[in-house]
């Protein structure tokens, strides 16, 4: 039965395709008391009801949303499918669940529901909540969803401007959006800004990079660039591999040292978008729903495109569902190096 479902699934994400005739009876297989053992079914009809938006299953959905012995992930997957299903349950679920009374991870998951619903009161919400975040907090799904919506990261980064948040929430999100490969003019520079690391970086003249190539060359540390490189905020090794460690999104830098000039280093790390080659040419996707998103081109034929995002994960997308794509930039954003310190940066070149 669980495997029938997300062939269904399958079905409906690659190929726009779902069962005829009534689809009711699929709010039956939820029930927010189930057993462990059932959680593979249970997880499969929940999915299916919000890419069919079945709208019989709404109170089953919002049950299973907003009880308090549920665990996170089942929450998550069920307010995913109720703001897919949309109306008035989906959308006063999740203005309750953005409440100040729920914990904050279940308070980011609502917020990002409730971009499919209504931006503007998503907004509100996201700027009260990012007021309380801490360092170990952790809002990239709240971020998400506003990077995933067309006017989405424009909304969010007026509402920023005008509603201070504080530095570890700034940080947080900055990182996130450098760490799926996102620079978004307007959310940067009101992330950067509000995080104390407002610096633009300026393009160097040939000078000033023969001059940090020479700096490399006497002072830099490779073991300190090394444990830079493998810095969570960096986000260096989600895409990169050296020596088969890490991701394999872009290329894999092995070779680098011994294959490149230390000044192309340098520009490929403060300027990505100069010299990209054309496998690794990101794809701009943008859905008749207004959804945006950015990753490599994989596989495509007549009835889906495969992306491959900077996370590594790898997006079906109908072709049916598309209303404009794009050619893109290079998956490593501009701007990265906003974390690091000069001496930072010249041992990462090392």
Same mark, same amino acid.
């Given at each position: 039965?669980?495997?029938?479902l997300?062939?269904?699934?399958?079905?409906?994400?690659?190929?726009?395709?779902?069962?005829e005739?009534d689809?009711?009876?699929?709010?039956?297989?939820?029930?927010?008391?189930?057993?462990?053992?059932q959680?593979g079914?249970?997880?499969?009809?929940?999915?299916?009801?919000?890419l069919?938006?079945?709208?019989?299953a709404?109170?089953?959905?919002?049950?299973?949303?907003?009880?308090?012995?549920?665990?996170?992930?089942?929450?998550r997957?069920?307010?995913?499918?109720?703001?897919?299903?949309?109306g008035?349950?989906?959308?006063?679920?999740?203005?309750?669940l953005?409440?100040?009374?729920?914990p904050?991870?279940?308070?980011?998951l609502?917020?990002?529901?409730?971009?499919?619903?209504?931006?503007?009161?998503?907004t509100?919400?996201?700027?009260?909540v990012?007021q309380?975040?801490?360092?170990?907090?952790?809002?990239?799904?709240?971020?998400?969803a506003?990077?995933?919506?067309?006017?989405?990261?424009?909304?969010?980064a007026?509402?920023?401007?005008s509603?201070?948040?504080?530095?570890?929430?700034?940080?947080?999100?900055?990182?996130?959006?450098? #760490?799926?490969?996102?620079?978004?003019?307007?959310?940067?520079?009101?992330?950067?800004?509000?995080?104390?690391?407002?610096?633009?970086?300026k393009?160097?003249?040939?000078?000033?990079?023969?001059?940090l190539?020479?700096?490399?060359?006497?002072?830099g540390?490779?073991?300190?660039?090394?444990?830079?490189?493998?810095?969570?905020?960096?986000?260096?090794?989600?895409?990169?591999?050296? #020596?088969?460690?890490?991701?394999?999104?872009?290329p894999?830098?092995?070779a680098?040292?011994?294959?490149?000039?230390?000044?192309?280093?340098? *520009?490929s790390?403060?300027f990505?978008?100069q010299?990209?080659?054309e496998?690794y040419?990101?794809?701009v996707?943008?859905?008749? %729903?207004?959804?945006?998103?950015?990753?490599?081109? *994989?596989?495509?034929n007549?009835?889906?495109?495969?992306?491959?995002?900077?996370?590594?994960?790898?997006?079906?997308?109908a072709i049916?569902?598309?209303? %404009?794509?794009?050619?893109?930039? #290079?998956l490593?954003p501009?701007?990265?190096?906003?974390?690091? #310190?000069?001496?930072?940066?010249?041992d990462?070149?090392?």
């Amino acid at each position: 039965r669980v495997s029938a479902l997300q062939n269904l699934a399958a079905a409906t994400v690659s190929r726009k395709v779902k069962p005829e005739g009534d689809l009711a009876g699929l709010a039956k297989l939820i029930q927010p008391g189930a057993p462990k053992e059932q959680r593979g079914l249970q997880m499969a009809a929940i999915r299916l009801c919000g890419l069919w938006k079945v709208t019989a299953a709404s109170e089953q959905l919002q049950q299973v949303a907003l009880g308090k012995s549920t665990d996170l992930e089942f929450r998550r997957a069920a307010i995913d499918s109720l703001m897919q299903v949309g109306g008035k349950t989906a959308l006063a679920t999740a203005e309750k669940l953005a409440g100040s009374e729920f914990p904050k991870p279940l308070r980011y998951l609502a917020i990002a529901g409730m971009t499919e619903l209504d931006l503007d009161k998503a907004t509100s919400s996201a700027v009260g909540v990012l007021q309380e975040t801490k360092t170990d907090d952790d809002p990239s799904a709240l971020f998400a969803a506003f990077l995933d919506q067309k006017a989405g990261p424009d909304k969010l980064a007026a509402a920023i401007d005008s509603g201070k948040i504080p530095l570890d929430a700034a940080r947080l999100g900055l990182r996130y959006m450098y #760490s799926i490969g996102r620079s978004d003019a307007a959310l940067s520079t009101a992330l950067s800004k509000a995080a104390g690391i407002n610096r633009d970086v300026k393009p160097l003249t040939e000078k000033e990079v023969q001059q940090l190539a020479g700096e490399v060359l006497t002072r830099g540390d490779a073991e300190r660039g090394e444990e830079v490189f493998r810095r969570v905020d960096v986000s260096c090794m989600k895409c990169h591999a050296i #020596s088969k460690a890490g991701g394999d999104v872009g290329p894999d830098l092995s070779a680098l040292g011994s294959s490149s000039p230390i000044d192309y280093v340098v *520009k490929s790390i403060l300027f990505p978008n100069q010299a990209i080659k054309e496998q690794y040419r990101a794809a701009v996707v943008i859905t008749v %729903e207004g959804k945006v998103f950015t990753g490599i081109v *994989k596989d495509r034929n007549g009835e889906r495109i495969v992306l491959k995002e900077a996370t590594g994960r790898e997006r079906i997308i109908a072709i049916d569902d598309i209303e %404009e794509e794009e050619e893109g930039k #290079s998956l490593m954003p501009q701007g990265l190096t906003k974390f690091l #310190s000069h001496r930072e940066l010249v041992d990462l070149v090392r």
